[in-house]
Every structure is written in C-alpha cells, then in structure tokens.
C-alpha cells in the first residue's frame, strides 16, 4: 500500500481525479457521508491554491483503500488552521491500520491545528483521541 499527499501548489497530479475520489467518499462514509456536491465541494477546496489544503489517498494495486480530506481555513490562534473534513477507508479493508497511517500522514503534511468533528459514538472517536484530539467544546451550530 503507497500514501499518496495532494500538494494545491505543485499543479495537477493524475492521482487525484476529484470525481472518483468523491465517489469513494461517497461510499465509505457509510452513515456519516455527505451530499456528493458537498464532498466536491470540499475536494475543490483542498485543490484551490489560494484557499488550500490536501488529500491524501492510501492506493494499492489501483485501488483507492482509504482517503481523508483537509481544508485549510486560513485562520490561526483563534481558529485552528485545518479543518479534517472527511475520512474513510475501504469498508472491507478496515481495523488493519490504514486509517491510522492517514491520520498520521494529515498530522505530518497539516501545518498548525486541526480542528474535526465526531459523533461521541463513533468508533473513530478511539483513533482521534489515541493520536491526542481532544474535545474540550460542544460544537454548537445555527442550521440555515
Ligand atoms: C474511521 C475509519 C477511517 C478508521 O479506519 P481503519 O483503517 O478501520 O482504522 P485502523 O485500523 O487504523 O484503526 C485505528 C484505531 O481506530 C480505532 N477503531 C477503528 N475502528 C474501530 C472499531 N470498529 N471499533 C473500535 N475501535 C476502532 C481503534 O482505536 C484503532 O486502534 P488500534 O489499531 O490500536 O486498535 C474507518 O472505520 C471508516 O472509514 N469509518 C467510516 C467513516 C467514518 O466514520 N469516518 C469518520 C467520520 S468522523
């Protein structure tokens, strides 16, 4: 299995088709997925040099095994730099490490904070909290 790290300022790579990586999102978040408009929206993000961010794909024989998505929010100190959006690894490929490889590879390429967000029962909450997140809010939000 090869990581793979998109970089918004080095141009375009093919490793990183938008649309086929969305699908696989799509896919895999199984019930904390998004609107596939959303998820592009996202992507589009993380591949705009003037607003930033990056992917990074897990990829073996082709195939994509995981993916995780980070936004940069061009804030910091009162607002962590990045925001991880998105996570997910391959519904047959799972509790074999390559989430936790992901995560490690965000920390390593993220530069400043990061922010996430998880449902308290999700089991991906163990991974975040055994690489050293912490949840000392509430995320509140104003749905409109
Ligand atoms: C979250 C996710 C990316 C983890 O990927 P993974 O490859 O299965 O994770 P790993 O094998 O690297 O496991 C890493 C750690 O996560 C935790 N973990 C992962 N799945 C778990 C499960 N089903 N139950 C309990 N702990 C789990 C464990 O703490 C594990 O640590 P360990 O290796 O010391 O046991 C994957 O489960 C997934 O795609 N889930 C659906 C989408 C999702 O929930 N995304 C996150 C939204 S916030």
């Given at each position: 299995m090869q990581l793979i790290t998109s970089d918004p300022h080095t141009g375009p790579d093919p490793h990183f088709d938008q649309e086929r990586i969305a699908r696989?999102?799509?896919?895999?978040?199984?019930?904390?997925?998004?609107?596939m408009e959303d998820i592009l929206k996202c992507l589009n993000y993380a591949f705009d040099p003037v607003r930033g961010g990056f992917v990074v794909i897990a990829v073996e024989d082709g195939a994509i095994l995981g993916a995780v998505v980070v936004n940069e929010?061009?804030?910091?100190?009162?607002?962590?730099?990045?925001?991880?959006?998105?996570i997910a690894v391959d519904r047959s490929q799972r509790g074999?490490?390559?989430?936790?490889?992901?995560?490690?590879?965000?920390?390593?390429?993220?530069?400043?904070?990061?922010?996430?967000?998880?449902?308290?029962?999700?089991?991906?909450?163990?991974?975040?909290?055994?690489?050293?997140?912490?949840n000392k809010y509430l995320e509140m939000r104003l749905h409109r």
């Open positions: 696989f999102l799509e896919v895999h978040l199984d019930q904390y997925g998004d609107r929010t061009g804030m910091s100190g009162y607002i962590p730099e990045n925001i991880l959006v998105y074999k490490g390559v989430g936790r490889q992901l995560m490690q590879a965000a920390l390593t390429k993220a530069e400043g904070s990061i922010a996430l967000h998880v449902e308290p029962e999700n089991p991906a909450r163990k991974l975040y909290e055994a690489l050293g997140f912490t």
